[in-house]
């Protein structure tokens, strides 16, 4: 794990994916920004590469996370994705291996290695609780597992397939405790998001649900609220711990 300042649960994962760039993502960018500090918790917002820079700039709470890495050092690579260039470019983590862009095994974890050498944090995609038990094994510092069926639809995998996320917070606690284990699948509700937390997870996320809502800000704003109560239900402890 390469550990991130400012990286705890619950966090709230915003994947851009292609449903918004330039002047776009950085509004969004902007607002996000405000809930985090307003409710101090940890988001997580994945722009596109070409977006890094202009979010970054704009933004002093948000987690930036670039969508893709290649594992390949500086040099020959036309077309690559250069942990450095995102690094440099304002990115402190990035995702790998999501269902829309899947890698190898040897390339997740060549990839992890690539995103720990420059001091990015790594949230790395499963698509099976097995699956993330055997990423885990890598040490990335936080594992989206989400059944991709479900990802993009209205059906939220907390009411459709709650046995997958109780067994991927399982599987993964046995292995490393420290790893925060999200899901997101189906998730275009502030219901939704109550429902997740509820199964156990570190985190939860929306793309399509906030990114194709009549009012993407508002709607972001509902679920990044619920997660926060959700979590203080569950976790009483943890307001008290902020306070001191």
Known sequence: MGGLAGLRAPVFEIGLKGYAYGAEAVR???AADELSAELGVSVVFDPQAV???AVARATRNILVFAQHIDPVMPGRG???VLAEAVKEAGAVGVMLNHS????TLSDINRSIGRAREVGLAT???ADAPEEAAALAMLGPDMILAEPPDLIA???SAATEMRGFVERAVELVGRIDPRIIVMCGAGVQSPADVAAMMALGVGGTGSSSGILRAADPIATMRSMIIAMHRAWL???PTAAT???G
């Open 123 to 125: 949230m790395v995609y």
């Open 28 to 30: 969004l960018a902007r």
């Open 241 to 243: 711990n902020d306070r």
């Open 51 to 53: 977006d890094i820079a």
């Open 78 to 80: 036309v077309g690559s």
């Open 233 to 235: 239900e569950l976790h």
């Open 100 to 103: 829309e862009r899947r890698l």
């Open 153 to 155: 639809t209205s059906r």
